[in-house]
């Protein structure tokens, strides 16, 4: 049967029965129009992620990988991150954010490319940009101008709210305090945020101080750094100028409440104690230490 005979039956049995016809003729035209619906749902799905930049957690086994956050701004970051992750200062001081530009994504658990289910946490650790950035830049600790009076508003600004003061061994003055550190823990597997005693053992050994002349540092000159780790400077007292009355002593040049003095809040800053732990203090801010 040629092509122009198959066509003359097909449209004979179409009037011979037309209500065969037009029911078959209503299911083509639904099918092709949820076939293009399915299509353009697809799309749009797709063109929405891509726009948002944010990505979701996907019903089902597979999961997705974790992206690699480590460096953004806070505020990128949050964008980027699976929707049900939350945030913690890398740092033992457990400072909280008020402007999300001056923070940078530290550390992430889990590590980035690790596979996330449905019901995983998921946590963002921060630190100030500064910070992070000084600690790429110094991957070892670098060695402090010793002898010379340390002075937060002078030496390594970018990282004065991780820094502790203690007494050199052997040095400490009569009336210099204990520190009495709360031990910290935590629910999260594996948290970069706490620290390790072979970091706060040796320095809570020692005295509290709150200034002085540099004697050296802990961790030591040219050993490693792991970021958001608080620094020891180890001091000695201050010697005392020629003209001072005998039996006085002129203690640390500064201390931790400088910045007080000139209204400014530091986060962190615990009126000049600087035991292990969280703290909040002091009067106002400047944008860069919020």
């Given at each position: 049967?040629n ?46 992620a ?11 086994p ?64 921060y630190l100030?940009n ?9 991957p ?26 203690r007494y ?12 009495r ?6 629910s ?35 050993q ?10 180890l001091?000695?007292p ?28 530091v ?24």
């Open positions: 049967m092509v122009p005979s198959r066509g003359r039956r097909i449209i004979l049995w179409i009037t011979r029965h037309p209500r065969w016809s037009g029911a078959i003729g209503v299911v083509f035209v639904i099918a092709m129009i949820a076939g293009n619906a399915d299509g353009r749902g697809t799309a749009g799905q797709s063109q929405a891509t726009l948002t930049g944010r990505t979701t957690v996907p019903e089902g597979e999961g997705l990988l974790m992206p690699n956050l480590v460096g953004m701004n806070l505020r990128d970051a949050r964008s980027a991150a699976p929707s049900n992750h939350s945030e913690r200062d890398l740092s033992p001081r457990g400072r909280d954010v008020w402007d999300q530009d001056n923070w940078t994504v530290a550390a992430t658990v889990p590590a980035a490319g690790a596979k996330i289910l449905e019901n995983d946490e998921v946590f963002l650790f100030r500064q910070e992070w950035r000084w600690f790429q830049v110094n070892v600790m670098p060695p402090l101008p010793a002898g010379e009076s340390y002075q937060l508003s002078e030496s390594s600004p970018d990282i004065r709210e991780l820094i502790e003061y050199a061994e052997g040095t400490a003055p009569e009336y210099a305090s204990d520190v550190r709360t031990a910290a823990t935590s999260i597997p594996g948290d970069p945020s706490i620290e390790r005693e072979s970091e706060w053992g040796p320095r809570d050994r020692l005295k509290h101080a709150t200034g002085g002349t540099i004697a050296g540092s802990l961790p030591g000159a040219g490693p750094l792991r970021p958001g780790q608080l620094i020891t400077v001091v000695k201050t010697p005392l100028p020629a003209s001072t009355t005998t039996g006085t002593y002129g203690g640390g040049s500064v201390d931790l409440n400088d910045d007080e003095h000139n209204n400014l809040y986060p962190g800053d615990r009126n000049g104690s600087s035991g292990g732990g969280g703290g909040r203090g002091g009067g106002f801010c400047r944008s860069k230490w919020c």
